[in-house]
């Protein structure tokens, strides 16, 4: 609630500003900012009733219990909507979203859902896809796309994580070659000395099934290493800015 709050007060009066000019009035660093600010406000501000108007504009987009109407989302917006959907646990909205992308042959709208379900999904609903990525619906890049962002799921991570290592070998058979020796780029998800201390060991003992492997982790390591370095010199700072004293 005090993350809410303070994206409101820092960002709502920029997005105020700026939604209520008319178009031609806007410069073009202008236009470029107010989609990404408008996603920002939906994703981590105060703003509930907009989440569920975009979440229903999906299940339309998407024809999740009536006809699909691809005019009822801009593409930009898809991912945000996608995860307005399934962020609470949602199983029909993810099961109707799963149902359109087994029809679609669109790759970037497909990668797009898939994408924002595995970032966004609670952890039951990131397990089942996660599990679904290895049928024949799902081709090799889009099970790494669903990895990388499964894996950075906060509220999925934990249960993701020991999945992924259960279930390495078959991660690396399916993806792309060039994707293989980037696999450990994914150490940079984690945000503990500890938590990237393990990811790093666990990838060394996987060297043989992804041979140039030492440059991605080498680049994951260090930036959870800083992650976790950042999160310890400035932990007394955040509490204090969302202090209620």
Known sequence: AELADWVEATYGPVWTYLSERPATALSTSERLLAPSLWSLLL??????????????????????????????LPAEDLYT?????????DWNFYQGAIAFVRTSQNQTERVTILSAIAGEGTPEIVTDLFKLSFGDDISGNELYSIYSYAVRNEKAQSTIWPMVKDNFSNIVAKIPLIRKQQTPRIVSAFCTAEEVA???????????????????????????????ALRAATAEDVKAVFSND
């Open 198 to 228: 393990d990811a790093k060991a666990f990838f060394e003992s996987q060297a043989d099934l992804i041979p140039g492997y030492e440059r991605s982790l080498a680049q994951g390591v260090e930036q959870g290493e800083n992650c976790s």
């Open 81 to 89: 909507a996608v995860a307005a959907g399934v962020e609470n646990g």
């Open 43 to 72: 994703e981590n501000g105060n703003r509930a009733e907009n989440r569920a108007e975009i979440a229903t504009r999906a299940k339309a987009y998407m024809g999740i219990g009536q006809e699909a109407d691809p005019t009822a």
